[in-house]
């Protein structure tokens, strides 16, 4: 252990965000566990003044997605002379220009603060190796400062109950079109028709997003809003069949939390969702909601699969190991 932190001092951290889901919570309460940390909920232009004066009075600066706030937080980190770590999300170094999708389909301004903040911060996080191949591609950068620390998911809390259904569910939080396209949820519907003796799932969408797929839903799908963590898991606990048809992803949150309560996973062999599901599941090529449903009737007759798929999940992605790796790159750097 360094010598001031067995003095009894902490370094100081500025956690900089947009929106504070359940993945920056856990980083944050990860960071506090070993520093003083300030989280500083970056808005509107009258934010500024807020990031700048916690990236000056700390440490380091800890920012979730390149966006404008992270641009604020590696900028001020590099006028104060401070350190600086942004984690990538996947739509900050995304470009799906067929279905207006990433920040670099946004206007120049975005991009060109997307870019300095992954150029020029000391450290990026990435949660999957594909993520760094995007932004050396969009962004133009180099990434010789980019590493890859996946997320950790909590075991005991993600874990099975009682009997399974036949059901076969997805996660999709959004209330825009592109939103749904990108997580396969419109293939993801188009597959129920194929197996109408199952109930299909959906949870998650909002706005417009959950309007158009309630009217666009077969009678063997039921279509809700967000709901809170423990609804979310009691449905996983439920459902034997997690389906993640995206066609790009990072290390899928949803995926990984249903393969811990054991869901058998069915998915594409796209980005991140290979290296949750491994040889645990089954795949299905993009956009064909024929193959979705065949790979999905598969894995309800293979429940063996979801023990397996736990263990998966318990061995490769565990807290610990993020915990251990943020602590010490924050020394580090």
């Keep these: 252990m360094p010598e001031e932190m067995n003095r009894g001092e902490r370094k100081k951290v500025a956690l900089v965000y947009y929106s504070f889901p359940s993945f920056v919570r856990q980083d944050y309460e990860i960071l506090s566990n070993h520093f003083d940390v300030r989280k500083v909920n970056f808005r509107k232009p009258q934010d500024i003044p807020k990031v700048m004066s916690a990236v000056m009075k700390s440490d380091v600066s800890f920012s979730w997605f390149a966006g404008g706030h992270a641009f604020l937080a590696v900028l001020f980190s590099k006028i104060f002379r401070k350190k600086s770590i942004v984690v990538v999300g996947g739509y900050d170094v995304a470009y799906v220009p067929e279905i207006d999708y990433g920040q670099f389909t946004e206007a120049w301004t975005k991009r060109a603060m997307t870019r300095f903040a992954l150029g020029y911060a000391d450290r990026v996080l990435v949660v999957d190796p594909s993520l760094k191949e995007d932004a050396i591609k969009n962004a133009g950068i180099s990434g010789d400062n980019f590493e890859c620390l996946p997320t950790g998911y909590d075991y005991d809390k993600f874990r099975s109950k009682g009997e399974k259904k036949d059901i076969a569910m997805t996660v999709c939080i959004g209330d825009d079109w592109s939103r749904v396209q990108i997580k396969g949820v419109d293939t993801f519907v188009k597959a129920a028709e194929h197996l109408s003796d199952i109930k299909f799932l959906v949870i998650g969408l909002s706005g417009d997003a959950l309007d158009k797929v309630r009217k666009m839903a077969p009678s063997n799908m039921e279509v809700i809003g967000p ?107």
């Design 227 to 333: 709901v809170q963590q423990e609804k979310l898991i009691s449905c996983y606990q439920e459902a034997k069949v997690y389906c993640q048809l995206s066609i790009r992803e990072g290390l899928p949150n949803a995926l990984c939390e249903a393969m811990l309560c054991e869901c058998v996973p069915v998915g594409t062999n796209c980005y991140g969702i290979p290296t949750a599901i491994g040889d645990c599941g089954f795949y299905a090529p993009c956009r064909d909601p024929a193959a979705a449903a065949e790979a999905v009737r598969k894995a309800l007759n293979s429940p063996d699969k979801g023990k397996k798929a736990r263990e998966r999940i318990k061995e490769l992605f565990t807290l610990e190991r993020r915990e251990n790796r943020l602590a010490q790159l924050v020394e580090e750097i």
